[in-house]
């Protein structure tokens, strides 16, 4: 694996490489190795969801390889990794893929000076780089290796330099000591590995106390967010950078940086405020305690504005915070009732934290008093914690703890537990850091419990309104199903119903309320109950629509409807339909031949108050089907109506018209998906004098196959 990666990354060019698994069975991909650059600015995509607008979920999830080259198009297609790393560079991604099978994934990085496209030639590079890393990935499964997420992915050291003979090594020495100023080196990490007695002399600070460190702690002052800006700038764009900055008391220095594989050299000389820097040139002392923190505040503050439940918070906050701050496990906890209410964790066993959920609020508990003072709390050791809160015991096998109030709208709102396997130091400004961060957590916590709060009443509001149950019709065959779409509430006004009127006749009728929101919800009711009024008073179908009309313009919702209207007669076997703006019902004859019902239109519902409704009588034999749907079915970006509802012809016409079922979930399974709702309704007298068989479900969204279903045994005989 390791000499396989190092061989694309090397033969493509590129200066650098992550490499991610795509476990069996899981929707994200995990860092395994990273090459090229540090393992902390790789952190915020350890893990990467299949569905994150990120160039790896891209080509990982369609199987195909993602190219962004440069600032610019990293920004217009990639806006939240762009926001991250805002450098010129080139990223390309690619699936690794065995035989059919997606393994995981490939990012490589190019310097800023790559041409805008890749070549040919690196394309080929790259997909036989990720044949033979998939191929190795498939040889682990099949010895019966797992590949599970890793605790901390690996990282593959540089190629090492040449090694310089003695006397090179004398000579190269005496002549860097002759440079004016100074000069200094960093690994990929950032580390001093080389400090010039000159540098050390500028730096102010003893060449033994360098070497190792990182500057920006090693040397305070230069903790400000600019010059690691400029290291990472060096690192991705592997393009020179330069800055100045003040040593306190008054000695200004600039620093010129020169990036290659194996780190950067550093010429530090002295020069003046108004000497050519960069804009930022006059650099505070005082600030955030790192650079990585302001990008981790945008990262974090991109990827929750996309989050949309509470579970999707929680999910966002252990995928950004965990791997970016070091922490091993993370609780989020909220009031509810006047208990103390666990709302997600990453990290910890659900036996551990079932004991604290329902815990009163007036418990001597870490994280109910930071919900009631809002001030965090920080313990690097547990005789720490166990000191302020003697009642707790080490169960966790945690070495340290942050706990965060969530701050929305000035309160708390409730608290974020990170903890630590490893001791871990709390400074001031870290400390600072995970505050601000929290605040971020706290204000998408409290837009997603609005949220939860209204879909959750959305959804018994639309549950409500659509049958539960469909009647007891002897002599014929129904099933119907609903999926709500895939945006917004989840919720719309599609809406369907099956009216037994007497012995042997029935209405069926099927409609969509213009909106995916509660009020198309509300009127959705509306329509059905109007339409179902109509119907059982024995009103034929151009009469059931245009009394429905009327009410509805004269409740002037500011609403649409499209509807259908069917009457059935199972003693003639015969029906006749009306249409209000509605797409044209199917019609599958006992032979399997299907042709659309050519109905003339009618406006939709709500718009002409005394609008007609023009009614098309056919004959409805034992065998045939009659297929109702709503334009979430057919309906999708590019493709013609005419040709979509063609496709669901031949779908109906290869289903089997004596399990109507079976049928249903062909026709719901090969839907596009859902940005639209989906009603559907099949009705049909069986062949011959079998038993009917009924079917309804309603399927939500984000739980696959959660359905409510009714099945009744035999209906009587076919009244033919």
Same mark, same amino acid.
């Given at each position: 694996?390791?000499?396989?990666?190092?061989?694309?990354?090397?033969?493509?060019?590129?200066?650098?490489?992550?490499?991610?698994?795509?476990?069996?069975?899981?929707?994200?991909?995990?860092?395994?190795?990273? #090459?090229?650059?540090?393992?902390?600015?790789?952190?915020?995509?350890?893990?990467?969801?299949?569905?994150?607008?990120?160039?790896?979920?891209?080509?990982?999830?369609?199987?195909?390889?993602?190219?962004?080259?440069?600032?610019?198009?990293?920004?217009?297609?990639?806006?939240?990794?762009?926001?991250?790393?805002?450098?010129?560079?080139?990223?390309?991604?690619?699936?690794?893929?065995?035989?059919?099978?997606?393994?995981?994934?490939?990012?490589?990085?190019?310097?800023? &000076?790559?041409?805008?496209?890749?070549?040919?030639?690196?394309?080929?590079?790259? /997909?036989?780089?990720?044949?033979?890393?998939?191929?190795?990935?498939?040889?682990?499964?099949?010895?019966?290796?797992?590949?599970?997420? $890793?605790?901390?992915?690996?990282?593959?050291?540089?190629?090492?330099?040449?090694?310089?003979?003695?006397?090179?090594?004398?000579?190269? @020495?005496?002549?860097?000591?002759?440079?004016?100023?100074?000069?200094?080196?960093?690994?990929?990490?950032?580390?001093?590995?080389?400090?010039?007695?000159?540098?050390?002399?500028?730096?102010?600070?003893?060449?033994?106390?360098?070497?190792?460190?990182?500057?920006?702690?090693?040397?305070?002052?230069?903790?400000?967010?600019?010059?690691?800006?400029?290291?990472?700038?060096?690192?991705?764009?592997?393009?020179?950078?330069?800055?100045?900055?003040? /040593?306190?008391?008054?000695?200004?220095?600039?620093?010129?940086?020169?990036?290659?594989?194996?780190?950067?050299?550093?010429?530090?000389?002295?020069?003046?405020?108004?000497?050519?820097?960069?804009?930022?040139?006059?650099?505070?002392?005082?600030? *955030?305690?790192?650079?990585?923190?302001?990008?981790?505040?945008?990262?974090?503050?991109?990827?929750?504005?996309?989050?949309?439940?509470?579970?999707?918070?929680?999910?966002?906050?252990?995928?950004?915070?965990?791997?970016?701050?070091?922490?091993?496990?993370?609780?989020?906890?909220?009031?509810?009732?006047?208990?103390l209410k666990i709302v997600g964790q990453r990290g910890y066993h659900p036996q551990l934290l079932r004991r604290f959920?329902?815990?009163?609020?007036?418990?001597?508990?870490?994280?109910?008093?930071?919900?009631?003072?809002?001030?965090?709390?920080?313990?690097?050791?547990?005789?720490?914690?166990?000191?302020?809160?003697?009642?707790?015991?080490?169960?966790?096998?945690?070495?340290?703890?942050?706990?965060? *109030?969530?701050?929305?709208?000035? /309160?708390?709102?409730?608290?974020?537990?990170?903890?630590?396997?490893?001791? !871990?130091?709390?400074?001031?400004?870290?400390?600072?850091?995970? #505050? @601000?961060?929290?605040?971020?957590?706290?204000?998408?916590?409290? /837009?997603?419990?609005? +949220?939860?709060?209204?879909?959750?009443?959305?959804?018994?509001?639309?549950?409500?309104?659509?049958?539960?149950?469909?009647?007891?019709?002897?002599?014929? &065959?129904?099933?119907?199903?609903?999926?709500?779409?895939?945006?917004?509430?989840?919720?719309?006004?599609?809406? +369907?119903?099956?009216?037994?009127?007497?012995?042997?006749?029935?209405?069926?009728?099927?409609?969509?309320?213009?909106?995916?929101?509660?009020?198309?919800?509300?009127?959705?009711?509306?329509?059905?109950?109007?339409?179902?009024? &109509?119907?059982?008073?024995?009103?034929?179908?151009?009469?059931?629509?245009?009394?429905?009309?009327?009410?509805?313009?004269?409740?002037?919702?500011?609403?649409? #409807?499209?509807?259908?209207?069917?009457?059935?007669?199972?003693? #003639?076997?015969?029906?006749?339909?009306?249409?209000?703006?509605?797409?044209?019902?199917?019609?599958?004859?006992?032979?399997?031949?299907?042709? $659309?019902?050519?109905?003339?239109?009618?406006?939709?519902?709500?718009?002409?108050?005394?609008?007609?409704?023009?009614?098309?009588?056919?004959?409805?034999?034992?065998?045939?089907?009659?297929?109702?749907?709503?334009?979430?079915?057919?309906?999708?970006?590019?493709?013609?109506?005419?040709?979509?509802?063609?496709?669901?012809?031949?779908?109906?016409?290869?289903?089997?018209?004596?399990?109507?079922?079976?049928?249903?979930?062909?026709?719901?399974?090969?839907?596009?998906?859902?940005?639209?709702?989906?009603?559907?309704?099949?009705?049909?007298?069986?062949?011959?004098?079998?038993?009917?068989?009924?079917? !309804?479900?309603?399927?939500?969204?984000?739980?696959?196959?959660?359905?409510?279903?009714?099945?009744?045994?035999?209906?009587?005989?076919?009244?033919?």
């Amino acid at each position: 694996m390791d000499s396989a990666m190092t061989a694309v990354v090397r033969a493509s060019g590129a200066f650098g490489g992550i490499l991610y698994v795509l476990p069996p069975g899981e929707n994200a991909v995990w860092q395994v190795l990273v #090459t090229g650059v540090p393992q902390e600015m790789a952190a915020p995509w350890r893990r990467v969801g299949l569905k994150d607008p990120m160039p790896v979920a891209d080509a990982v999830r369609e199987h195909r390889l993602v190219w962004a080259g440069g600032r610019e198009e990293m920004a217009r297609e990639y806006p939240r990794l762009a926001l991250v790393l805002p450098y010129d560079f080139g990223l390309a991604a690619a699936p690794l893929v065995s035989g059919t099978a997606v393994r995981g994934g490939l990012v490589l990085l190019w310097p800023a &000076n790559h041409p805008s496209r890749l070549s040919a030639g690196e394309q080929e590079v790259i /997909r036989a780089g990720c044949r033979r890393l998939g191929d190795s990935l498939q040889r682990a499964l099949d010895r019966g290796e797992p590949l599970p997420p $890793p605790d901390r992915p690996r990282t593959l050291p540089p190629a090492a330099p040449r090694t310089p003979s003695p006397a090179e090594a004398t000579a190269l @020495s005496a002549f860097v000591d002759r440079l004016p100023g100074g000069s200094c080196a960093l690994d990929l990490e950032g580390r001093l590995t080389f400090v010039t007695p000159g540098a050390a002399e500028l730096l102010g600070v003893d060449r033994s106390l360098l070497v190792g460190a990182l500057p920006w702690e090693a040397l305070p002052w230069m903790d400000v967010p600019h010059v690691e800006d400029r290291y990472r700038a060096a690192l991705v764009s592997r393009s020179p950078q330069a800055f100045t900055v003040l /040593r306190p008391p008054g000695t200004w220095l600039s620093f010129e940086l020169y990036p290659d594989a194996t780190g950067l050299s550093v010429r530090i000389t002295r020069t003046s405020p108004e000497a050519d820097a960069p804009p930022s040139g006059s650099v505070q002392t005082s600030g *955030p305690s790192r650079a990585t923190v302001l990008y981790h505040l945008m990262h974090l503050a991109s990827t929750l504005t996309e989050a949309v439940s509470v579970q999707d918070v929680v999910q966002q906050t252990a995928d950004q915070l965990m791997p970016a701050l070091g922490a091993q496990a993370m609780v989020v906890m909220a009031p509810a009732d006047g208990r103390l209410k666990i709302v997600g964790q990453r990290g910890y066993h659900p036996q551990l934290l079932r004991r604290f959920d329902g815990t009163p609020l007036t418990s001597a508990l870490p994280g109910v008093d930071v919900m009631a003072t809002g001030v965090p709390g920080f313990w690097t050791t547990f005789e720490e914690l166990h000191a302020a809160y003697p009642a707790m015991r080490h169960e966790d096998g945690m070495a340290a703890w942050a706990l965060l *109030p969530l701050i929305a709208s000035g /309160r708390p709102i409730g608290s974020l537990l990170l903890s630590y396997r490893r001791p !871990h130091v709390f400074p001031p400004g870290e400390r600072a850091a995970l #505050t @601000s961060l929290a605040g971020l957590v706290g204000q998408a916590l409290d /837009r997603a419990r609005l +949220y939860d709060a209204k879909h959750h009443l959305a959804h018994r509001l639309q549950s409500a309104l659509l049958p539960h149950t469909l009647p007891e019709v002897p002599g014929l &065959n129904v099933a119907a199903r609903y999926l709500p779409a895939a945006r917004g509430l989840g919720i719309g006004g599609d809406f +369907y119903d099956v009216i037994r009127l007497d012995a042997h006749t029935a209405g069926v009728t099927i409609g969509d309320v213009q909106g995916h929101n509660v009020d198309a919800a509300a009127l959705m009711g509306q329509v059905r109950t109007a339409v179902h009024a &109509n119907a059982t008073v024995g009103a034929p179908p151009d009469d059931v629509l245009a009394r429905t009309n009327r009410l509805l313009t004269d409740l002037d919702p500011g609403l649409f #409807t499209s509807c259908a209207y069917v009457h059935l007669d199972l003693a #003639t076997h015969r029906a006749c339909v009306a249409l209000a703006g509605h797409p044209p019902p199917l019609l599958r004859h006992a032979d399997g031949q299907v042709q $659309p019902l050519h109905v003339p239109p009618g406006l939709l519902l709500g718009i002409e108050r005394d609008a007609r409704y023009p009614a098309l009588e056919f004959p409805l034999p034992p065998g045939s089907v009659l297929a109702l749907y709503t334009d979430g079915l057919v309906e999708a970006p590019g493709v013609d109506l005419d040709d979509a509802i063609a496709a669901l012809a031949g779908l109906l016409e290869h289903g089997d018209p004596g399990d109507l079922d079976a049928m249903a979930d062909t026709l719901i399974r090969h839907a596009p998906t859902p940005g639209d709702d989906i009603a559907l309704v099949l009705v049909g007298p069986p062949a011959g004098t079998a038993g009917h068989s009924r079917g !309804h479900s309603i399927v939500f969204p984000g739980k696959k196959d959660d359905r409510r279903s009714t099945r009744a045994g035999s209906g009587g005989e076919d009244p033919s």
